[in-house]
């Protein structure tokens, strides 16, 4: 920890490691895991990968485990109820802005012409900036999400 008679009690940098896991409510599980899974290709967690804390939710079908390629988890909880606060997606409706993934320079065309093919809603993109490329999208429940890359 850092302290100082100026600054109040903070981690030091590089405490927090990595993001550990992503936890999303979605209304329907089942079209979540089709999305994650099929169609962005996540590794769903089954029998021992998934934490011991979600084993009886994921059997009981209210939660989906999916493992990104750098390690971290996407929980996907089960809230039939959910709806955004406004009926145009558009609208943010929480404080969480996208969920973004990183593809290789390469792939990156293949991954919007997969978007494309399965009728994927397009918030916006191909982009190109001095970062390298991305588009924005939604998943079932409405949440933004972005693929990107960096410049070639």
Known sequence: MITSPQSPCVLAPGTLRRVHHI???????????????????LHELTGEEIPSTLQDLVLQGKVANFETPDGTVLDLFAEPDLSPAHPDPRQQFTRANHLAFDVAPAQFDEAVEVLR????????????????????????????????????
């Open 23 to 41: 936890a999303l409510n979605v209304k329907n599980v089942q079209a979540s895991r089709h999305f994650y899974g099929t169609l962005l290709g």
């Open 117 to 152: 093919q399965n009728q994927v809603e397009i918030d916006h993109g191909p982009v190109d900036r001095p970062t390298g490329r991305g588009i924005y999208f939604y998943d079932p429940d409405g949440f933004l999400i972005e693929i990107r890359c960096d410049p070639t």
